[in-house]
């Protein structure tokens, strides 16, 4: 038989997804995948019923449903101050997923260099590597998790192609201030590199931070990406609907490597979730002030049985430091494994979002129905115990 792809070999299974089977394997809480276990707003699901009867059922075409992209331009537009041509610059993509990995191959070569902070959402590796790309690894150094802007000047001194950014970031918790923001974009324009947004927690954010949409700053239209989805915003990870707002040049690339890979997203569902898309402000708002919520009950109980962890500034996620509770030797998959079955809290191992050698922090979620969080709280209370005892 002929040798399959070398590609594979540098990069493993996700470790996000490996732990949702040990959750599941477990019946632990999974505060590992990040999903929520609340329902997605009414008016969607509602409206999906209906849809269901009358249809659309058959392939969309392969941008989006035109009414789901005006949807689209009308809200993206509104949030990121810029006036969308949802003909020429938005394609609707099966999740952000696919839309990052499309848009990696429209803007690169193989051998191209990606800058990337650490840590990192662990699919911006594989996707790059899927690419033949390098990434360049700038640290977000703790505890603040802020960049070295000398270091991230050195990264572009490296003639990367692009530099793919999350904000608000998973898993830091980071949301870049505009300084940040002016500062990255400044770079981009000296070295000629494109920015790649993904922004899927754009709209949860804490203690009335703003988000900065790249786009929007000056002169950064012509060489930015935004990637975002309805998965995490409407609270539909499963519809699997996602999209890249990019300038009609760099559009139609994306477009191509869309029609290839995957013909178009599902017409019900883009149908169904129109409604969302139409929701006014207050929704948002409320969406937000969910969160805040959800994170106020995590992060108290997390302080009060003292479990050390970095405040987070947006998005759901916490990382942890496990030190205290870690046997010696002990690795951060063997700890994560170890709780899930014997805490029955799951967790993602720090060292498969970290370039650089951290051994003890983990990620935790807390996009969960407040009963929920108590519980795992309530498990988490004598983890000292339950690990090392
Ligand atoms: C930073 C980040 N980007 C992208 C995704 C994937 O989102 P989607 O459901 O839109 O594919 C996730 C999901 O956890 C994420 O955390």
């Known amino acids: 038989m002929q040798e399959m792809s070398r590609r594979n070999a540098k990069f493993t299974e996700s470790i996000i997804r ?7 394997a477990n019946d632990a809480i999974n505060l590992a995948q990040g999903f929520p276990d609340f329902d997605p707003p009414k008016a969607i699901t509602d409206r999906l019923k209906e849809v269901a009867d009358i249809g659309p059922h058959q392939y969309p075409i392969t941008m989006g449903a035109p009414n789901f992209r005006q949807a689209l331009a009308r809200k993206c537009g509104r949030f990121m101050g810029l006036n969308l041509d949802p003909e ?15 848009t990696i191959f429209a803007l690169t070569n193989p051998g ?59 898993p830091s918790g980071r949301v870049f201030t505009m300084e940040e923001m002016t500062l990255i974009a400044d770079l981009c324009k000296k070295y000629d590199v494109y920015a790649v947004m993904d922004e899927v927690y754009e709209h949860i954010i804490f203690d009335g931070r703003k988000h ?61 979730a129109v409604v969302g898309l139409d929701m006014p402000d207050s929704y948002y708002e409320e969406f937000t002030a969910h969160y805040e919520h959800m994170k106020q009950i995590f992060t108290t109980g997390l302080r ?20 205290p509770f870690m046997k010696p030797g002990q690795t951060d998959l063997e700890f994560c494994e170890e709780m899930t079955a014997k805490v029955r809290v799951s967790a993602v191992p720090g060292s498969s979002f970290f370039a650089e050698p951290v051994k003890d922090i983990i990620r935790l979620h807390f996009a969960k129905k407040d009963e929920t969080l108590y519980e795992a709280l309530n498990r988490l209370s004598d983890i000292k115990a339950k690990m090392l005892g």
């Not at 000056?218 to 996602?242: A, D, F, H, N, Q």
């Open 112 to 170: 191209d260099k990606i800058v990337l902070f650490s840590p990192f959402f662990e699919n911006y590796h594989a996707q790059a590597i899927m690419a033949d790309c390098e990434p360049i690894y700038v640290p977000l150094v703790p505890p603040a998790l802020k960049f070295d802007p000398e270091v991230l000047e050195d990264a572009f001194r490296q003639h990367p192609k692009m530099i793919l950014i999350c904000n608000p970031a998973n």
């Open 88 to 102: 020429k610059e938005i394609v609707v993509t099966i999740g952000s997923t696919e839309a990052m990995v499309d």
């Open 18 to 24: 490996r732990m949702t089977r040990i959750a599941i």
């Open 304 to 323: 009060d049985i003292g479990i050390p962890f970095s405040e987070p500034e947006g998005t759901y996620f916490c990382l942890a430091n496990i030190a």
């Open 212 to 272: 900065i949409y790249m786009a929007s700053l000056p002169g950064m239209w012509e060489r930015t990406v935004s990637i975002s989805s309805l998965s995490k915003t409407y609270s539909i990870t499963g519809w699997r609907l996602g999209y890249a707002i990019a300038p009609e040049p760099i559009m139609e690339r994306i477009k191509q490597y869309h029609d290839f890979n995957t013909v178009g997203s599902a017409s019900p569902l883009m149908e169904a």
